[in-house]
């Protein structure tokens, strides 16, 4: 009786050791989570529940740079510790919610308040979300409807859809950006596979360099500006560094492996 | 104090609230002015010559340490923006000074 006891111990610990060392697999995202960026610094601590921010919104409209360069949003989650107080004074999400900025014929709303009402906490929940969102999750599948199929990530070839004419990024904030001088495009270049049979990398500066600027990548993500310089790997990319600090989790998943791989044998 | 003199007075501490108030939003504006002229060759970078690059660091140093003693929350945005835009330029001027050097 012991015996079995002491085995049922040592299965149970077992169990629970490998349980917490290599987790769950990871869910894979629905097209409508993908990119969706779950933040809470201080929202809990304000008895709000912590904002979430959905990329496909906002990328629509905005290229890269705007948010993460102009406004000066960090490429991480939480990593900014963006307070009420900063949006309030209109930076951060406060640089267009601020319940004055237009947006074609929209007022975007108001971010965050000191006070506020029973009417106007219907306004808070909108960043602060309680629970998932039929609505907005409608809003995404008639959106997505409309742009280019992918296979992989939030299902929408945002690259195309901008191509086609169907989203029209801004890259210029007024009052915000600074005027910056066109952007001389980089040619694209190659770059080997290490992995036999695989189809060598095709890196295009254009498709970057127009959304990103060259200060997002250049030297946080990528410490070279030579070819050669970084030298990385797929299992470094799929840890989140270099390439995996967006693909995978806004721009499109790495699983897609002949959207990079797509040298012509 | 006779009414022209308090007249005077009036329009001379006018004066001095009114010049006071011009220059420092002159002076907010001028960081920020220089701010974006300094980042704004950031689209350049690999065209500039390394004397050129050379110069914006030193701007991008000077800025820092007006934006060090602004407001929290502009000192974290300009922060932030100011340490992209640094990095790029020093970074660029390393990449030239070794490229430089393996000629």
């Not at chain 1, 149970?12 to 969706?36: C, H, N, R």
């Not at chain 1, 990530?153 to 690259?159: H, S």
Request: charged fraction near 25%; hydrophobic fraction near 35%; proline fraction near 3%.
């Amino acid at each position: 009786m012991r015996k079995i006891i002491f085995m049922a111990l040592v299965l149970m610990i077992g169990t629970g050791i490998a349980w917490s060392a290599q987790g769950m697999k990871k869910k894979k995202p629905l097209p409508y989570e993908f990119g969706s960026v779950t933040i809470n610094n201080y929202s809990q601590q304000a008895g709000m529940p912590p904002v979430v921010f959905d990329h496909w919104i906002h990328r629509q409209y905005y290229t890269c740079r705007v948010c993460h360069v102009d406004i000066g949003f960090g490429m991480t989650a939480g990593s900014t510790k963006v307070r009420a107080a900063d949006n309030m004074k209109g930076y951060f999400c406060g640089t267009c919610h601020n319940g004055k900025t237009m947006h074609g014929k929209n007022r975007i709303f108001d971010s965050c308040a000191r006070e506020y009402s029973r009417e106007e906490y219907k306004r808070c929940v909108q960043c602060h979300a309680l629970e998932r969102s039929a609505a907005k999750e409608d809003d995404f599948y008639r959106f997505s409807e409309r742009m280019p199929n992918e296979k992989f990530g939030n299902g929408i070839n945002w690259e195309l859809a901008e191509e086609k004419g169907l989203i029209k990024p801004v890259d210029y904030l007024e009052g915000v950006s600074g005027k910056k001088a066109n952007l001389k495009v980089t040619s694209d270049f190659a770059l080997k596979a290490k992995v036999e049979g695989m189809p060598d990398i095709i890196f295009s500066h254009k498709k970057h360099t127009v959304w990103n600027g060259c200060e997002l990548c250049h030297p946080d993500i990528f410490i070279g500006v030579k070819k050669g310089t970084t030298r990385y790997s797929m299992v470094e990319l799929f840890e989140g560094k270099y390439c995996g600090v967006c693909h995978d989790k806004v721009a499109f998943p790495q699983t897609d492996c002949q959207r990079c791989h797509s040298k012509p044998v | 104090m006779d009414s022209k003199g308090r007249l005077k007075l009036f329009i001379l501490s006018g004066c001095l609230c009114l010049f006071i108030i011009l220059q420092s939003a002159y002076g907010e504006d001028a960081w920020r002015t220089d701010f974006n002229s300094t980042c704004a060759q950031s689209n350049d970078a690999m065209a500039l010559s390394m004397a050129e690059l050379k110069m914006l660091i030193e701007q991008c140093d000077r800025l820092q340490k007006i934006i060090e003693v602004q407001d929290e929350t502009v000192r974290k945005v300009y922060l932030k923006r100011l340490q992209l835009c640094k990095n790029l330029y020093v970074f660029v001027l390393e990449s030239k000074m070794q490229e430089q050097k393996q000629k």
